[in-house]
């Protein structure tokens, strides 16, 4: 009886063994996949340098559209009054 139950319990430890080697190898899977998408889909954020370079670039197209539109208002007034 005591050595069915040695072979019974010798299948089962085989078993568990075999089902956490799986496990632990599809965690690790897992675990890479992650660490794949968190670098392409979490934000890092940005340094002072590029946050302030991108700010001064905005700005100096918005002063570059304010004057195209007066430069595009004066001409309008004067074509008014030539008219």
């Given at each position: 009886?005591?050595?069915?139950?040695f072979k019974?319990?010798?299948?089962t430890v085989s078993e568990h063994s075999s089902d956490r080697e799986a496990t632990?190898?599809?965690?690790?899977?897992?675990?890479?996949?992650?660490?794949?998408?968190k670098e392409r889909c979490i934000a890092k954020p940005e340094s002072y340098e590029q946050r302030k370079a991108r700010r001064?670039?905005?700005?100096?197209g918005l002063k570059?559209?304010?004057?195209?539109?007066?430069?595009?208002?004066?001409?309008m007034q004067r074509g008014r009054r030539g008219g």
């Amino acid at each position: 009886y005591k050595t069915q139950e040695f072979k019974s319990l010798d299948k089962t430890v085989s078993e568990h063994s075999s089902d956490r080697e799986a496990t632990n190898a599809e965690l690790a899977a897992v675990l890479e996949y992650y660490g794949k998408v968190k670098e392409r889909c979490i934000a890092k954020p940005e340094s002072y340098e590029q946050r302030k370079a991108r700010r001064e670039a905005e700005i100096e197209g918005l002063k570059q559209a304010l004057k195209i539109l007066q430069d595009e208002t004066a001409l309008m007034q004067r074509g008014r009054r030539g008219g």
